[in-house]
């Protein structure tokens, strides 16, 4: 299976730098929607709801610090054709956003706000957003 560091590494190559944040929600959609139309999650690494939307805590310690991403250690070769035409997909579809429209759509769905119910506005937390609550939500979409 690929990994989570994988994933950013596809990113990067087919859209240049882009902010640590952008990257974050990309990787989580492409997550979510591999769970829909390929059955199976992309990665393993845990997906946490955070004030600013959905993290992959793993990558953010990589990241950490840095306000633009334009390079990642990981291996494109770990992904197989499935997983790559997914990442395209989202990518053709949620590319060209901004940062901040990502992180606003991600506070309109459900997962994360599942995940972070009954938490203050902007409170920390490591709460995990489910593999079972990306399916059944974007499934339903």
Request: with cysteine; proline share 5%.
């Amino acid at each position: 299976m690929a990994s989570a560091h994988d994933v950013a590494k596809y990113i990067l190559k087919k859209r240049g730098p882009m902010t640590a944040m952008k990257l974050q929600k990309l990787v989580y959609y492409c997550q979510a929607w591999s769970l829909v139309w390929d059955d199976r999650p992309m990665f393993p690494e845990r997906i946490e709801a955070w004030a600013n939307g959905p993290v992959v805590p793993d990558l953010y310690y990589r990241h950490r610090g840095k306000y633009m991403v334009s390079g990642w250690q990981g291996s494109i070769k770990n992904l197989d054709q499935d997983a790559r035409d997914t990442i395209d997909q989202i990518l053709d579809f949620y590319g060209s956003e901004t940062s901040q429209w990502l992180s606003d759509l991600t506070h309109a769905e459900d997962p994360w706000a599942n995940a972070r119910s009954g938490l203050p506005v902007g409170a920390r937390s490591d709460k995990e957003i489910t593999h079972a609550d990306m399916a059944e939500y974007y499934s339903s979409l």
